[in-house]
């Protein structure tokens, strides 16, 4: 077309009839050429089926080698974003780079990076599990609209699609494409045409309970899958004259599948899908060609195994290329095609441009000014999409909103485009709901069980407000309540009232780590503190400075024969406290259990007045510090720890919380075993990631630990030579309800045994 054009020929109808060149040195007369036949519309159209779903790419690759030009294509779920991807201009090596780049197990996390989270969220996951959660509105308890969270897969759609903003229909992309997704209120098919082309892949792969469905033009969209997952009739519709099909849709799955909620859910989501596609395998012609990659048992969520998917799909191309042949055109044909498929793509302008406003929508005007100073785009930039990308990372993080998507839209008929930033609150807050559980036995008729209940209201005023409950019962019966109240506009510090009251059953010991009684403490506490998130949102901790008073209350119930006669002091303790107190965190963890990288570092001193029974009030000072740091080669991590705590003047009774024993914390010691008003202990953990997936856990480990302390009553006591020792071999899983291990522990002084732990060590 393009020699026509050079040659200056008046009608580009005419390329079609040239002649062509049999001898490159001996060209033929136009007159005497023979007309080249007219090439049949060539529509592609790619099924859906979640992973699977990445085979397409192999079969792409293939079609170029076989230069097969495809004149529009159609798809479903993952074959709308493959095909997506493909017809606004990526090749199909792009593709295949990209998409084996992709960390396909963290696109899916229900969570931003933990790091990103405010100080607030990360101290919950040391008590109650990530993954347990519910919404409370509206006098009514919800579940989370997805199970898993799309944000990463949006952000990446926004980011290859961004050229293609300006396009007035999915006609004017580099190859003619559709969509198709459900109408989740009618059951109806919806083909998408024109509009976002992000939100139009995100839409059609809106997974029924894996997936939220997307709101998109007034209606509520999910997976096209349900109604129509291999779209040959919208191809035809298109023009299409000849079809390739590609299925890659899941199998039914056996009886063995059926025995849960979750198998039937599954099974009745593959039939109605196999249903729709047996239907459009039957409009097919002797003209057209069906391709079956021959996936086997991999399952769509098997994200993980995309560089074997692509390898399937490729292969399994490249072995019915005679069939593909039908389809092909000669090089100079095809090349044609490419160039000017190429010469569309080079329209859309993804780097270059300039931020002329910012807005805000779905918030009101109060809320958007402070999530503005989460934001770094804005007005006079350019546009930078990593930058914009870590802006909404940074609002995801909150944790309020179920949508965190952008769009950049022109301003009049300026160069300058409007960055808008779209939010939607969470349809099952602003109330959360936690359920947190410990259970450990020694298997030596030592043990405990609490379950624990948490409730945060967000954003209880428009001046960012949260109030924080959390309830304990079990061993240690326990209530706290927090109201947090941001000062300032740009949240750059904060007032927090706060109370808590616990009863607990504790069992003192001696000198010589035997148990001398047994007995239940009680305790109010109520304080006031001033404080300074540090960085955005206060992810790289806060240090907080407050007034606190505190009444408590030590009783024993049983006590040791031994010790009835002598001056123990083992009777009832009353005694107050108040004080200033200093608090600093700053937690950089990955994960709050199993944790491959960063760091923890807790610290908590007050200084104050303490007034006891028959006691001549007495000044005191209490100070306690941990530290941790992680840090992993390949599958391998290290986790070393550290703790320092010194108190004077300690009630008898108090001493548990200044105490060690237990798994981890000299393991081979029964929990509180080791008490004084002094306390050094250091441990050193390793663990291995294993290569197992089990579903129930984030993953399975392996792994020790050695560790070494001691709590002393009096600080001439402290000396090397009287440090204690323990250690522990286990296996470990990070699951829904928490950390869970199996351990081997081992104390000289101490015990050796069995342990098993679910719950904060």
Same mark, same amino acid.
């Given at each position: 077309m393009f020699r026509c054009l050079s040659a200056g020929l ?125 919404g409370f509105r509206n006098g009514e308890f919800r579940l ?76 509520? #969209?999910?997976? &096209? %899958?349900? /109604?129509?997952? +291999? ?6 519709? $298109?023009? @299409? ?9 899941t199998p039914l799955a056996g009886r063995e599948t059926l ?89 859309? #302008?993804?780097? &270059? %441009?300039? /931020?002329?406003? +910012? ?6 005007? $109060?809320? @958007? ?107 240690? #019966? ?17 007032? @927090? ?107 908590? #001193? ?156």
């Amino acid at each position: 077309m393009f020699r026509c054009l050079s040659a200056g020929l008046l009608a580009l109808g005419l390329c079609l009839w040239l002649p062509t060149l049999s001898h490159a040195a001996d060209p033929q007369p136009a007159a005497q050429a023979a007309p080249t036949p007219k090439r049949p519309t060539v529509g592609l159209v790619l099924s859906g089926g979640g992973a699977r779903g990445l085979s397409h790419v192999g079969v792409l690759k293939v079609l170029e080698q076989a230069q097969v030009p495809v004149d529009l294509i159609v798809g479903t779920s993952m074959g709308a974003i493959i095909g997506g991807l493909y017809a606004s201009g990526m090749s199909a090596d792009e593709l295949e780079h990209e998409i084996l780049a992709l960390e396909w197990g963290d696109l899916f996390d229900p969570r931003e990076p933990r790091q990103l989270l405010s100080q607030r969220r990360k101290e919950e996951d040391f008590e109650f599990s990530p993954v347990l959660r519910l919404g409370f509105r509206n006098g009514e308890f919800r579940l989370p609209s997805g199970a898993v969270s799309t944000r990463a897969l949006e952000a990446m759609l926004r980011r290859y699609t961004l050229p293609t903003r300006h396009k007035a229909s999915f006609d004017g992309l580099p190859i003619p494409f559709r969509a198709v997704a459900t109408d989740m209120e009618t059951g109806q098919a919806v083909v998408m045409e024109h509009g976002d082309l992000a939100a139009a892949l995100r839409a059609s792969m809106s997974v029924p309970g894996v997936f939220a469905p997307l709101e998109l033009d007034g209606r509520i #969209l999910g997976d &096209g %899958g349900l /109604v129509n997952n +291999l779209p040959v009739d919208v191809a035809r519709r $298109m023009g @299409a004259e000849v079809v390739i099909a590609v299925n890659i849709g899941t199998p039914l799955a056996g009886r063995e599948t059926l025995g849960n909620l979750l198998g039937i859910t599954t099974q009745m989501v593959n039939i109605l899908t196999e249903q729709n596609v047996q239907a459009s395998i039957a409009t097919l012609t002797k003209d057209d060609l069906l391709l079956l990659p021959p996936l086997g048992k991999i399952t769509s969520a098997d994200f993980n195994r995309a560089p074997e998917l692509v390898k399937i799909g490729h292969d399994y191309a490249q072995s019915v290329r005679e069939a593909l042949k039908r389809f092909a055109v000669p090089p100079a044909q095809y090349a044609a095609w490419a160039a000017q498929r190429q010469a569309i793509a080079d329209t859309g #302008l993804t780097h &270059g %441009g300039h /931020v002329g406003a +910012l807005r805000f929508e779905g918030v009101d005007a $109060m809320r @958007a000014q402070r999530l503005s100073r989460l934001v770094q785009s804005g007005p006079d930039q350019g546009i930078d999409l990593p930058q914009i990308e870590s802006d909404l990372q940074q609002l995801a993080a909150t944790g309020d909103y179920e949508q965190v998507d952008y769009r950049l839209e022109r301003i009049g008929s300026r160069v300058d485009e409007a960055l808008v930033i779209q939010l939607r609150e969470n349809s099952w807050g602003p109330n959360y709901v936690r359920l947190g559980l410990d259970l450990r036995t020694d298997f030596d008729g030592q043990g405990a069980f609490n379950l624990r209940l948490s409730h945060n209201r967000h954003w209880v005023n428009s001046g960012g407000a949260e109030w924080r409950n959390r309830f304990q019962l079990g061993e240690t #019966l326990g209530a706290f309540t927090e109201f947090y109240q941001p000062l300032d506009r740009r949240a750059n510090w904060f007032v @927090a009232t706060w109370a808590d009251a616990s009863l607990k059953r504790v069992e003192l010991y001696d000198t010589h780590g035997d148990a001398v009684a047994t007995g239940k403490r009680r305790g109010v506490q109520a304080g006031v503190d001033v404080g300074w998130p540090i960085g955005l949102q206060g992810h790289l901790g806060e240090f907080r400075l407050g007034l606190t008073g505190s009444a408590r209350r030590a009783e024993p119930e049983l006590v040791s024969a031994s010790v009835v006669d002598q001056t123990t002091g083992l009777s009832t303790q009353r005694w107050r406290e108040g004080g200033v107190r200093m608090a600093l965190i700053s937690d950089q963890l990955d994960h709050a259990n199993f944790p491959s990288a960063g760091h923890r570092i807790k610290g908590d #001193l007050m200084v104050g007045r303490r007034n006891a029974e028959g006691v001549v009030g007495t000044d005191f000072v209490r100070l306690d510090s941990t530290f941790n740091a992680v840090g992993s080669w390949g599958p391998h991590t290290l986790n070393a720890g550290a703790r320092l705590g010194y108190a004077n003047q300690i009630p008898l009774g108090a001493l548990d919380e200044y105490s060690l024993g237990g798994f981890q914390q000299l393991s081979g010691y029964r929990v509180g075993q080791v008490t004084g008003n002094y306390l050094l202990f250091g441990r050193l953990t390793y663990y291995r990631r294993m290569p197992w997936n089990v579903g129930v856990a984030r993953a399975l480990f392996a792994g020790g630990s050695l560790e070494v302390g001691n709590a002393w009553a009096d600080r001439h006591d402290i000396g090397l030579k009287g440090l204690r020792t323990g250690s522990s071999l286990f296996v470990g899983a990070d699951t829904g309800v928490g950390p869970f291990y199996l351990s081997l522990v081992h104390a000289a002084r101490g015990y050796t045994g069995l342990y098993l732990l679910l719950g904060r060590p």
